[in-house]
């Protein structure tokens, strides 16, 4: 059984950071690209970014470019989601995603507040 789960969402101020995972299970995840969303309130989804299997990432959010990185831990099945210079306006809720044998996973998502 695929599980993507997300954790690490919280409240912080502009300018802070914040790192958020995503714990897989029930599949080859050293070989699964493993894409991160955001969904603001009253706003569409939007992807921000994936990460091959080897570990590069192409951005697909100009917006978060220089401020956002991604990494996995093969050891652990976890994906991250470092964000840096937390502006108001990346507050959403977070999601890893990723294409499992033709089926697309999605995790439950963890909430991201920006606010002083």
């Known amino acids: 059984q695929v599980q993507l789960v997300e954790s690490g969402g919280g409240l912080v101020q502009p300018g802070e950071s914040l790192r958020l995972s995503c714990a897989t299970s029930g599949f080859n995840f050293g070989n699964a690209i493993m894409n991160w969303y955001r969904q603001a309130p009253g706003k569409e989804r939007e992807f921000l970014l994936s990460?091959?299997?080897?570990?590069?990432?192409?951005y697909h959010l100009d917006s978060v470019k220089g401020r956002f990185t991604s990494s996995r831990d093969l050891t652990k099945n976890t994906a991250y989601l470092q964000m840096n210079n937390l502006k108001p306006e990346d507050t959403a809720t977070y999601y890893c995603h990723s294409w499992i044998l033709f089926e697309q996973y999605w995790g439950q998502g963890t909430q991201v507040i920006v606010s002083s």
């Open positions: 990460m091959s299997h080897d570990g590069t990432t192409t």
